[in-house]
Nanobody, 121 residues
Framework: QVQLVESGGGLVQAGDSLRLSCAASGRSRSSRSWFRQAPGKEREFVAGINWSGDSTYYSNSVKGRFTISRDNAKNTVYLQMNSLKPEDTAVYYC????????????????WGQGTQVTVSS
């Protein structure tokens, strides 16, 4: 059993930066990804990283602005978000699976409770 806890969300202005954290309890050699869900929209893949951290994948909408990384000693994955835009406003979720990076939410077994990111214009 893996439990995921996100933190770091908040209210910022367009162009600002935020860093989200996803801390995991339980021992699991899992790939970890970030998804987000805006009001009235489906949950969408944002970024993913494999267990060793040597493979990452980003959605086109965040590529070049967001960076995913991990510290396995702390069992924590990070999402550095730069040049934030109002369209980045959403609840951001951390997810984990043992299969590898996937862009489909159904591929993930474990989910956090989410953290709200709001970007004002």
């Amino acid at each position: 059993q893996v439990q995921l806890v996100e933190s770091g969300g908040g209210l910022v202005q367009a162009g600002d930066s935020l860093r989200l954290s996803c801390a995991a309890s339980g021992r699991s050699r899992s790939s970890r990804s970030w998804f987000r869900q805006a009001p009235g929209k489906e949950r969408e893949f944002v970024a993913g990283i494999n267990w060793s951290g040597d493979s990452t994948y980003y959605s086109n909408s965040v590529k070049g602005r967001f960076t995913i990384s991990r510290d396995n000693a702390k069992n924590t994955v990070y999402l550095q978000m730069n040049s934030l835009k109002p369209e980045d406003t959403a609840v951001y979720y951390c997810a984990a699976n043992s299969l590898g990076i996937a862009t489909e939410s159904r591929a993930y077994t474990y989910w956090g409770q989410g953290t709200q990111v709001t970007v004002s214009s």
